[in-house]
């Protein structure tokens, strides 16, 4: 296996019929960079910067925040990166803030809602990732956008932001805005959305809690936490075919993209970038390579024809070892 994954390094690889589909790594720290390049990665999905600010009294400085994510910048050498702001509450607590104790956290106070009520978070977050900017192409990525006046807020704030630095005369370089997908409303946002942003990222992880209305740590509730089930593949497919009519871009970035079964469903879906935790890159470039992307439209109509996760399975599971 490793003569065979080696060549497919750091170079992008494409179906059989010649689709191209990157794919990306999922880090939380600038110190992985290097790591996840070695490991294959055509460029960074996703950079969660929460652990930035975890486990600390304050939140980090501008001057801190922009080393580090000039550093990530750096060591992509103009490859693709995309950066998430600051996506704390629900199940990811922040100790230097004083938040309410909440009854629903998942359904509450997180991310984005929070960004008008912590300003100054939110803005010093802001200049660090656009200065960076300057070392190379930036995407700002914005979790839990659930309606079209917070995007409409963001890309406000970003554009006042950059024009404020540009005042300062500090430079800006290339920067696009986009969210995540990941709260089922905006499915049905994303055409309005095209006017403000340049992208979208499905996070199929909170889509999934948010879609099946099913906590995604709670066990009582897991077998129903259940990325393969047909509605939730109907739901994946229909926001990439609307994104692409919208002209955004699509990526994927929950753990479903590292899913080899999933794979050709993806494919099928037309989603040509998928993040993912660095070590499964190799495994899913190798595996990307075997298929077909007329096959895989096909078989994502016959999954969401299923009438269950299960059945998903077995049919993914048949088109796998038909094809081997
Ligand atoms: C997701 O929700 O799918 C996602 C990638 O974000 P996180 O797991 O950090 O919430
Ligand atoms: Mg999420």
Same mark, same amino acid.
């Given at each position: 296996i490793a003569a065979r994954s080696a060549p497919l390094r750091g170079q992008q690889v494409a179906t059989r019929d010649g689709t191209r589909v990157s794919v990306l790594a999922n880090i939380a720290l600038a110190v992985e960079a290097q790591g996840a390049f070695a490991q294959?990665?055509?460029?960074?999905?996703?950079?969660?910067?929460e652990m930035l600010f975890c486990e600390r009294r304050e939140a980090p400085g501008e001057e801190e925040q922009y080393q580090a994510y000039s550093e990530v910048l750096r060591s992509a050498a103009g490859k693709k990166i995309t950066i998430r702001t600051l996506d704390i509450g629900g199940d990811k607590p922040c100790e230097f803030l004083d938040l309410p104790k909440e009854e629903n956290p998942f359904l509450g106070y997180r991310a984005v809602r929070m960004y008008p009520q912590f300003q100054e978070i939110f803005t010093t977050q802001a200049r660090a990732l656009l200065r960076a900017s300057v070392v190379g192409p930036i995407n700002i990525m914005v979790p839990m956008v659930a309606t079209l006046q917070e995007i409409q807020w963001l890309h406000g704030q970003f554009h006042h932001i950059a024009q404020t630095l540009q005042q300062e005369g500090i430079a800006v370089g290339e920067w696009h805005l986009g969210i995540m +997908?990941? +709260?089922?409303?905006t499915l049905y946002l994303l055409e309005k959305a095209a006017n403000y942003l340049d992208f979208v990222s499905i996070g199929s992880n909170d889509l999934a809690q948010y879609f099946l209305a099913?906590?995604?740590?709670n066990p009582y509730v897991r077998h129903l936490y259940?990325?393969?089930n047909p509605t939730f593949l109907a739901l994946m497919r229909d926001i990439t075919h609307r994104a692409q009519a919208a002209g955004l871009k699509i990526s994927l970035c929950g753990?479903?993209?590292?899913?080899k079964q999933m794979l050709p469903l993806l494919v099928g879906m037309g989603l040509t970038q998928l993040s993912m935790a660095a070590g499964m890159i190799t495994a899913c470039k190798d595996a990307l390579t075997t298929l077909n992307t007329a096959h895989c439209q096909a078989l994502l109509e016959s999954a969401i024809a299923c009438e269950s996760g299960e059945q998903v399975l077995e049919l993914v599971e048949q088109f796998l070892r038909a094809q081997s």
């Open positions: 294959g990665a055509d460029g960074f999905g996703l950079f969660r910067t +997908v990941e +709260v089922p409303s099913c906590d995604r740590g259940n990325y393969r753990e479903m993209a590292a899913d």
